[in-house]
Structure formats: C-alpha cells, structure tokens
C-alpha cells in the first residue's frame, strides 16, 4: 500500500485490503488505485473480497483497478453475482507497457516482465520520489527493469520467491538507488538475502515484514 497526501494505492491485493484499512482507521474511499502485476492468486485473491464490498457496502469507493488481463474482471463479478449480489460498474483498465495511470499525484508505469505471458513491473513517480516494484520476475538476468539501470531511484521493491536474492547482485551493483527492500521471498531465501545485503554494502538491503512502513 502507497500513501501520498491522503490518498492510497495498492499493488497487488494477494490478501483481503479492507480489513486492514478499517484497522488502521484508513477511509475506503481514500483508495484511489490498484495495480495488478500478474493474475496468480496470491497477487490477486484479495481483490475479489475489494470488489464485492465496493459493489454493495463501501459505494463511495470510486478506484482505477488495473489489471493485466480483464478476463478477470468477468470472472470477479461472476463471483460476485454467485454470492447473489450485484457487481457495480468500476473503472477497469488493462495494463499495457507504459504510462497506465497518472492522477496528478502518482504517475505508473508498466514495464512488462517474463514471469508469465502477461506480467510487469511499475515504475512509480511522485512528490519527486521515484520507486521500482519489480513484481515476479523470471530472473534479474532474463527481466530485471533496465530503466532503474538509468535513472536513480528512492527505492527499489524485489521479489524473491522464484530465485535467490544473490542474483540481483550485479543488476543491483549497477543502480543509483537509496534503498533495496526484498518482499515476497520464501524462508529458504533468507540467507541469500543476507548474502545480498553483505556484498552491496553501498546500498541498505532490507527484508520486507507485514507491517513494514518506509517513509520516503
């Protein structure tokens, strides 16, 4: 979740949102964008949950859900209707590689990856920050964002759940970038993670928690 003036966005919904915005006092409306980077389940299985409150309780809630393949906007709102609801109309958009949002305060870019047929990364501006979130790679040698390569970043979000995180070494090594965050990672992953950490010493590499907030 990304907070700027207010206003919230999402990417990826792998877990009910709603539950930890009402918990954390967060206004569901204040949602103003969610940006999917893959349709797997575990990048997507809370938005089912987002949707069906948006369609008949949380009514005020007007986000942009962007999403690589809008197939699943067909199979959320069957969803919906088999619970006998009603799906609402929301703004749909499918992602494409690009600019695919810009509100004036956030601006996203889409950078398609190799993880499956249709997935991406988002390169995110704002408040003269710039963040990558890599999303689920193939492998850093096979997809890793060349764009972080050029332009200096605030913060760079990288999975590793499908490799070990000592293969960002070298793509790492070639990036201005204040701060790595490693998220989505298995245990086994961890000391790998730490070995990554120990050999880019120029740059603080972290491990992502729930709960974890980075003020930029």
């Not at 006092?25 to 980077?37: E, L, M, Q, R, S």
């Amino acid at each position: 979740m990304i907070e700027i003036s207010g206003r919230y966005y999402f990417i990826d919904m792998g877990t009910p949102p709603i539950d930890h915005l009402v918990t954390a006092g967060i206004p569901v409306d204040a949602v103003k964008g969610v940006f999917i980077t893959h349709m797997h389940g575990d990048h997507t299985n809370g938005l089912v949950s987002f949707v069906d409150l948006l369609s008949w309780y949380f009514k005020s809630a007007d986000p942009v859900i962007c999403l690589p393949d809008l197939e699943g906007v067909i199979a959320i709102e069957n969803w919906i209707k088999a619970t006998q609801s009603t799906p609402r109309a929301l703004r749909y958009k499918e992602v494409r590689e690009g600019e695919i949002f810009d509100d004036g305060f956030l601006k996203v870019t889409a950078i398609p990856t190799r993880h499956i047929e249709s997935s991406f990364a988002f390169f995110l501006e704002a408040e003269g920050k710039i963040m990558l979130f890599t999303g689920d790679l193939k492998h850093p040698d096979r997809d890793f964002p060349a764009i972080v390569k050029e332009r200096e970043t605030d913060l760079l979000v990288c999975e590793s759940a499908h490799f070990n995180a000592i293969d960002y070494l070298p793509h790492l090594q070639a990036c201005k970038t204040k701060l790595v965050i490693i998220n989505h990672y298995q245990v086994q992953m961890i000391p790998s993670i730490l070995q990554l950490a120990a050999q880019i010493a120029k740059t603080p590499v972290r491990m992502a928690y729930d709960g974890t907030e980075i003020v930029l």
